[in-house]
């Protein structure tokens, strides 16, 4: 028997942003927005965004939430707002030269650690 | 010839979180947390995680924070603190079933009409 | 010499919100908002006035930033967003029973002993 | 009759801050620490305390919230993290030269023109 082939196989990503990451970086490029995403003003960029998808939700209890989905024009709101979240936490990641999908599987296993499952 | 084969091609996905999704389901059906798990509960906790990651950057100039990369203490806790964001924030998206790469190709469609390249 | 007074005197309050707890109050009851202002759902509020108050600073440095006074639009912008946060801090406080002068005394006082001036 | 009286009264504050902006004055200034507050750090530095005060309402439904009132450990941290936010939002505003009872007046008088009474 051999259980190499299994360690050798390379994991299956946890996260794949790269047509992401291309996309914002030719986005940036050809707006010559690149000198205005720095780490610090894209922070400030994506503690926007989280406010405005947090609006989405505020008055809102969890039967009204869920009735979300089913309101074509509600539901648009919510796919744009965690768009919106995801495109600048993406691109911060990228300007840090933070690699998600390592930071990701490292942060899942520490948390495995941390609260064992019974 | 014929451009349709073009046309037909499946476009690569922006962001393919289908490994996270998977690990996040099984990380709270092991754990029982997935009655924890409403889009309101995670919006709030999305923004605890949000509040760590700027707090990496409150005090330090663009020069400060650039220079974390090469603190590896520093660039660990950064590593973190964004997939920590990534991991709620994917989890939300699961939860009120939006289909990330669907919502960001939508998104930066929207956003290539709205801010033309010159 | 007696320093009894000085002991005695009421002191100065840190912070006194009376006026616009009572205005919020009014406001919600001749509304009939009570209801929607619970402790999550005002956290929400809060979460979503200050993304728009990050935004303000996002594609600014510091010396824009500074230059916001002397541009009515954008003092009045700074004015109404800080106003927005200020409204929901204090309506979360005042429906949770925090005091928040006494808090902030309890605050400041931790904050000097962590801190000490040197 | 004279109503000229009220008119010239001046106006019950809404919201008087002037204990904390002195101290906080004083103690920024005694810690040297008037370089780091600029309004951009301390955007981030409130973003930062907001989340902390979102992860006390994170994994609870409304009455665990209201639960907290009677436990004197959570009931403190409540305290101490609305404490938090609004230090950092009061420097903010002092460091913007934003004068919160004219703005907060300001915002009341639009909220009740927008929103009116039924």
Redesign the interface.
Known sequence: MNTRSTVMQPL??????Q??IA?QRE?AA???WER?H????L?????????????L????N?AE??A??HSPHE?ER???E??????Y??R??DV???D?D???R???R???QK?P??
Chains 1, 2, 3, 4 share one sequence.
């Open positions: 299956a990503p946890l996260l794949d942003a047509g992401l996309a986005f050809a707006r010559d205005f720095t780490p610090r003003n922070m400030l960029a994506l503690t926007g965004e989280v406010g405005e998808l947090a609006e939700f505020q008055w809102k969890d939430v869920a979300m989905t539901f919510l796919q744009e965690l768009a919106d979240v995801m495109m936490l993406v911060l990641a840090c030269g933070v998600l390592h930071a990701l490292d942060k899942l520490k948390n495995a609260y499952a019974p």
